[in-house]
C-alpha cells in the first residue's frame, strides 16, 4: 500500500515542485535580462528580511489560511468549492455591515461579532449552491463559480448605490469607526517588548488563522461530524449505508466551507482596510485552491502553504517596487508555483514513487 | 584653493548630487496597468516626456493589489521619492493615512481629494469634455441614436455618461443615447472583447457614434465601430490614430499634463486642490488630420462655442458626483 514514506510524500514532493517552479522562474527571468539570484534575494529578504516583510506576508498568509481552509473541508466530502472568492466578498459584507451599523466599543467585542458576520454571509453565500448541489444534483463548481460573479455584481450595486458616501468617488464604505480597528501585531507584540513594524497590515486576526487551523483539524479528525464528511468523501453509497445523510453533509460541509471563506474578510476587510471597498477579495478565494492542493487538504499543511503564497506575493511586491521585472512576470512567477505544486503534481509523484519501490526492493 | 576647500567642494558636490538622486519623482499606477491604452497610460505620458526633457530618471509601479496602494506608498516615500504621484481615485483612503508620516514629502494625487497639507489633488472635470464630445456625437448622428459604453459601473464612469447624454440632448433634444457599462468587476477594465459585442449590440438599437470610457476595454469599442462603419469616441488620451477616420474625435483628459507638472515641479509642488477643466485646458476634445474630415466646420463652431460658454461659467454641466443623480436620462 504504502509506496514511499510518509515525510517524503508530506515534505519531498512539495519541495521538489517548487524547486522544478523555482529553477523555471529563474529561467525567465534570465531571459528577460534580469539576475535571478538577485532577485530571489530581494525578494527574500522583502518578504522575511524585516518585521515589515513579515507583516505583509504574514497579512497575505491569513487571507490564504482563510480561503484554503474552506476549499480544505468542503474537498474533504469531495465537493470542489471554487466560490471562495465570492463567499469572501459576501463575508466582507457581513463584516462591513457588523462594523457600521452595531455599537461596537471596542475591538475585542467587535472582533467576535464580525467574524461571526462573516461567517454567515459567506456560508449563506455557500447555502444556494450546496443545496443545489444536495437536492438536485446541480454540479457546485458551476454553481459556485457563477455565485461569484453575482457577489461580484450585488457588492457592486451595495457599494455604488447605497453604501456609498454622497460625493466620494470611490465605490466604497465610510471607514469603519475607531472602535472596530483591529490592533496589528505591532499593537499585539509591544507590550511584551518585540518590537514589530507599525505599518504592515498583519493583525490579530492572524492569530485567529492559527486557531481556525486547530478548529478544522480537530473537527475533521476527532468528531462525529467530521468523521462523517470523511466518509462521504470516499464513498458516498458506502457513506449512506452507514446512515450518514448525504443531503444534510454536503450542505453542513459547504456551510462550514463558505463560513471559512467568509471570515477572510475579517483579516482584509476590517483589518487592513477597515472599511468595504469593491476589490477585497482580490483572487485570494482561487489562490485557496491552490493552497489546499498544495497542503493535501490538511490544516496544517494549508497554514504552511498558506505561508509560501503569503511569501511569493510579498516578494513578488518587492520585486514590482525596486527592479524592472514587469509585475506579468510575477504573475507568471507565481502561477508556475501553482502549476508545479498543484497540477503537475502527479509529474513529481510517480517518478519518486517508482524511486522509492526500486530502493526497497534492493534493499 | 587649499585642500580644505578642495575636499569641502567635493563634499559640498557630492551632497548636491546625492539630494537630486534622492528627490527623484516617483508615479505609481493604478491596477488596471501601464499601458491601458488611456488613463494610466496618459500619466505614463506625462512621466516620459518629463523624462526626455530632464535627463532625469523617476520610480513606478503598477499594482497588483490593494494592499500594496499604502506598502508602495511607504516604500517609496521611505526611499526619499519626492514628489509622489498616483495615478487613480482609489488611493484616497491609503494616502489619507500616509502623507501624515511624511510631512516632508510632497503627494500629488489624480481624480480624488485628499485633505492634507502636503499634498495636491487634481481633479478633472470629465462631464464638461463628455458634453462637448456628446455634442459632437449627436450633430454627425443620422439615425438620431448615439451610444455609451463605460468600464466598470463606478460613480466616476457615470459622471462621464452623464455629461455626455447633456451635450447629446442640448445639441439634438430628440436624441436617444443607449448606456451599458461592461461590467461590475476591476475586469470590466480590460475586457475588449465584452466592449465590442456591447458596441455591436448598440449598433443593432440604432446607434451610429459610440462613446467609451471604459479604458482597455474601449480597444474593443472603437474596433467594433470601425469594423461596422460607424463612428467611435476615443477617452482621456486622443485615440483618433487607433481608426484613422473611424473615430469622431476623443475625449481629452490630460493626465499626462497634470503627471508632468507634478514631475516638473518637483519638491516645490505646490500643494492644495487643482481642478482640470475646459477653462485651463485640463480637459478638451481630440482634434488632428485622423478627424478633420469628419467634424464639419459647423459642429466645431458650436462645440467651441459651448466650451467657451463652460469656460467662463455661462453653461454648467451637471455633474454626477455632485449628488449622485442625472437630470437627463
Known amino acids: ?363 | 584653493m587649499t585642500k580644505m576647500q578642495k575636499f569641502f567642494g567635493a563634499a559640498a558636490a557630492l551632497a548636491l548630487t546625492a539630494g537630486a538622486a534622492a528627490a527623484e519623482p516617483a508615479l505609481i499606477y493604478d491596477l488596471g496597468g501601464k499601458f491601458d491604452k488611456s488613463f494610466n497610460e496618459a500619466a505614463h505620458m506625462g512621466a516620459q516626456k518629463w523624462a526626455e526633457e530632464t535627463g532625469e530618471t523617476y520610480r513606478e509601479i503598477e499594482l497588483q493589489s490593494e494592499a500594496q496602494r499604502e506598502q508602495a506608498l511607504r516604500r517609496f516615500a521611505e526611499a526619499g521619492a519626492n514628489p509622489i504621484v498616483m495615478a487613480g481615485f482609489a488611493f484616497g483612503s491609503a494616502l489619507d493615512e500616509v502623507a501624515g508620516d511624511y510631512p516632508d514629502t510632497k503627494f500629488a494625487i489624480i481624480d480624488m481629494v485628499t485633505d492634507k497639507p502636503n499634498v495636491r489633488s487634481v481633479v478633472f472635470n470629465e462631464h464638461e469634455g463628455s458634453y462637448l464630445v456628446g455634442m459632437l456625437a449627436a450633430m454627425k448622428s443620422e439615425s438620431g441614436t448615439v451610444g455609451f459604453v463605460g468600464g466598470m459601473d463606478i460613480p466616476l464612469i457615470r459622471k462621464f455618461a452623464c455629461g455626455y447624454v447633456q451635450g447629446a440632448k442640448a445639441a439634438n433634444p430628440d436624441a436617444t443615447v443607449i448606456q451599458n457599462m461592461t461590467g461590475t468587476t476591476p475586469a470590466a477594465w480590460g475586457d475588449p472583447v465584452k466592449g465590442a459585442e456591447l458596441t455591436k449590440a448598440q449598433i443593432s438599437q440604432g446607434a451610429d457614434v459610440v462613446y467609451h470610457a471604459a479604458g482597455g476595454t474601449g480597444v474593443g469599442v472603437l474596433q467594433a465601430a470601425a469594423d461596422e462603419g460607424i463612428l467611435g469616441i476615443g477617452v482621456d488620451s486622443n485615440q483618433n490614430y487607433m481608426h484613422p477616420g473611424k473615430v469622431l474625435t476623443s475625449m481629452l483628459k490630460r493626465v499626462d499634463n497634470a503627471v508632468y507638472e507634478a514631475f516638473s515641479a518637483g519638491t516645490d509642488l505646490e500643494t492644495g486642490i487643482q481642478v482640470m477643466g475646459i477653462a485651463n485646458g485640463g480637459i478638451g476634445y481630440a482634434m488632428d488630420e485622423n478627424n478633420a474630415d469628419l467634424v464639419t466646420a459647423e459642429m466645431k463652431a458650436a462645440v467651441d462655442e459651448a466650451a467657451a460658454k463652460i469656460a467662463s461659467g455661462e453653461l454648467v454641466v451637471h455633474d454626477y458626483m455632485s449628488d449622485n443623480t442625472c437630470p437627463v436620462e
Not at chain 1, 69 to 86: K, P, S
Not at chain 1, 147 to 175: C, E, H, Q, W
Not at chain 1, 238 to 261: D, F, Q
Not at chain 1, 324 to 349: C, K
Open chain 1, 1 to 363: 500500500m504504502d509506496k514511499m514514506p510518509r515525510w517524503a510524500e508530506v515534505f519531498l514532493v512539495p519541495l521538489i515542485s517548487l524547486l522544478l517552479a523555482a529553477v523555471l522562474s529563474a529561467l525567465v527571468i534570465l531571459a528577460i535580462g534580469e539576475n535571478p539570484w538577485a532577485a530571489v534575494k530581494m525578494m527574500v529578504s522583502g518578504a522575511l528580511g524585516s518585521t515589515y516583510g513579515w507583516g505583509y506576508t504574514l497579512y497575505y498568509t491569513t487571507n490564504f489560511i482563510f480561503t484554503g481552509l474552506a476549499v480544505a473541508v468542503a474537498y474533504h466530502a469531495r465537493l470542489f468549492n471554487i466560490g471562495g472568492e465570492g463567499q469572501a466578498m459576501l463575508g466582507g459584507l457581513g463584516v462591513a455591515l457588523a462594523c457600521l451599523y452595531l455599537p461596537l466599543p471596542h475591538w475585542l467585542i467587535a472582533l467576535p461579532i464580525a467574524a461571526v458576520g462573516a461567517a454567515l454571509f459567506g456560508a449563506a453565500w455557500a447555502l444556494i449552491p450546496a443545496y443545489l448541489q444536495a437536492k438536485r444534483g446541480s454540479h457546485i463548481v458551476i454553481t459556485t463559480i457563477m455565485f461569484n460573479f453575482i457577489a461580484a455584481g450585488l457588492l457592486n450595486y451595495l457599494l455604488v448605490n447605497l453604501m456609498r458616501p454622497v460625493g466620494s468617488m470611490d465605490p466604497a464604505t465610510d471607514k469603519f469607526p475607531e472602535g472596530t480597528h483591529l490592533p496589528t501585531l505591532h499593537d499585539l507584540l509591544a507590550p511584551i517588548g518585540i518590537e514589530f513594524s507599525k505599518a504592515a497590515p498583519a493583525n490579530v486576526t492572524f492569530v485567529v488563522g492559527l486557531l481556525a487551523c486547530l478548529v478544522v483539524w480537530l473537527l475533521l479528525w476527532r468528531t462525529r461530524l467530521g468523521y462523517e464528511i470523511r466518509a462521504f468523501g470516499h464513498s458516498e453509497p458506502a457513506a449512506v449505508y452507514a446512515g450518514i445523510n448525504p443531503v444534510k453533509i454536503t450542505m453542513i460541509a459547504m456551510l462550514i466551507s463558505g463560513g471559512l471563506a467568509g471570515m477572510m474578510a475579517v483579516n482584509n476587510v476590517m483589518g487592513e482596510a477597515e472599511r468595504l471597498v469593491m476589490n477585497a477579495v482580490e483572487g485570494a478565494g482561487f489562490i485557496g485552491i491552490a493552497v489546499a492542493l498544495m497542503g493535501r487538504n490538511h490544516p496544517f499543511g494549508v497554514l504552511i502553504a498558506a505561508l509560501l503564497f503569503g511569501f511569493l506575493y510579498q516578494g513578488g511586491a518587492e520585486l514590482a517596487l525596486w527592479t524592472s521585472i514587469p509585475r506579468e512576470l510575477i504573475v507568471v512567477i507565481q502561477a508556475l508555483v501553482i502549476l508545479f505544486t498543484g497540477a503537475l503534481d502527479h509529474m513529481v509523484r510517480m517518478p519518486l514513487e517508482r524511486l522509492f519501490l526500486a530502493f526497497r526492493k534492493g534493499a
